[in-house]
């Protein structure tokens, strides 16, 4: 249904793709799903054809191989539309942990592997709070070290933070954040992005919300986390 609704929005992004940029109108990546098992991402193309020989697999803002189109398309999240047949095809659901590339993954915790048990997801926690990454990797110098070191970590503890309160009512909340923070993100960049990395037991339970109220993982949120993400892939809680 929602690949259906999106189909005309789709339609108009793909003719404004193939009239900004030659290439394919749609741009497909390996990524890691559920049970450590590779897929192909589909999002529409942000980039000019052949992007991935022409640098590092991580973008940022005023990355010079992003297309005037694309930088609309990344803005306003329409490039991850096609996701929507991942959906379709079981690869992902709507809310869950975002997937990686293969390269990232070998480089997990133990910890951070058990979000393997579940199906990736469009949105989640993560998404939400790092949903202008692209400007946060810009002011770095070396953007792969401060994203696996600084970034992916702060991310992947927030996953493993929803994993321990999955509920439907709370998968639309954040499907409704995620949109929230899309049409609002220009009025949020006044926040400090240095809180992004503030550990999470560092912050009250108020002000991070029923996903992000957990503690950096120990040996008891770790098994907390384990627990609640076997409890949501036997009953299929992540869809």
């Known amino acids: 249904m929602g690949l259906l609704t999106g189909s005309p929005v789709l339609l108009l992004c793909a003719i404004a793709i193939w009239l900004d940029s030659r290439g394919s109108m749609f741009y497909r990546q390996e990524r890691v799903g559920q049970h450590g098992r590779p897929f192909q ?67 997990y915790t133990l910890t951070q592997k058990q979000l393997l048990d579940l199906k990736p997801g469009l949105t989640g926690p993560a998404s939400i709070a790092f949903i202008d990454e692209g400007q946060v990797l810009a002011a770095e110098p070396d953007k792969e070290n401060f994203y696996l070191n600084v970034v992916l970590p702060a991310k992947l503890e927030r996953d493993l933070a929803y994993c321990t309160s999955i509920s439907f009512f709370g998968d639309i909340k954040l499907i409704l954040l995620t ?29 991070q919300g029923a996903y992000t109220a957990a503690v950096r993982p120990s040996p008891s949120s770790e098994a907390r986390a384990s627990t609640a993400i076997g409890r949501a892939v036997v009953t299929g809680e992540n869809r």
Do not use: W
């Open 41 to 107: 991402i589909i999002k529409l193309r942000t980039m000019v054809d052949g992007a991935d020989q022409q640098g590092s697999k991580l973008t940022h803002s005023g990355d010079r191989r992003i297309t005037r189109v694309g930088s609309f398309l990344r803005k306003t999240k329409l490039d991850e539309i096609p996701q929507l047949l991942n959906v379709l095809r079981g690869e992902m659901s709507l809310v869950g942990p975002r997937p990686e590339v293969p390269e990232y993954v070998a480089m």
């Open 179 to 207: 949109v929230a923070r899309t049409l609002l993100q220009k009025r949020d960049h006044g926040q400090s992005r240095a809180s992004l990395f503030v550990p999470l037991s560092s912050r009250s339970a108020t002000a």
